[in-house]
């Protein structure tokens, strides 16, 4: 089992920076890749960004050049730095640990940007 716990969310006016934080706990080293998804009112859940156990890091198009997803392996965190935030970045993001056997999601956190 993996326990997935965030924090950072908030309200932030355009043009702000916010850093999601995602605490992982429990058979950690099962985890082959930790994901950032996000799903605005009305719409799709969207992967955002995502970082393997080896260190390589995906990004969707939308985030790229804004938005730097990292690790901390010795707090079991993984974390998405989010810089120049939009309107349209508005949604809940979610923290995700895929192993081979499972998936696992972490409560959520709320991000709102005003414009």
């Known amino acids: 089992q993996v326990q997935l716990v965030e924090s950072g969310g908030g309200l932030v006016q355009a043009g702000g920076s916010l850093r999601l934080s995602c605490a992982a706990s429990?058979?950690?080293?099962?985890?082959?890749?930790m994901h950032w998804y996000r799903q605005a009112p009305g719409k799709q859940r969207e992967t955002v960004a995502a970082?393997?156990?080896?260190?390589?890091?995906v990004y969707a198009d939308s985030v790229k050049g804004r938005f730097t997803i990292s690790r901390d392996n010795a707090k079991d965190t993984v974390y998405l730095q989010m810089n120049s935030l939009k309107p349209e970045d508005t949604a809940d993001y979610y923290c995700?640990?895929?192993?081979?056997?499972?998936?696992?999601w972490g409560q959520g956190t709320q991000v709102t940007v005003s414009s």
């Open positions: 970082i393997t156990s080896r260190g390589i890091t």
């Open positions: 429990g058979n950690i080293f099962s985890i082959n890749a």
């Open positions: 995700h640990a895929a192993t081979v056997r499972k998936d696992y």
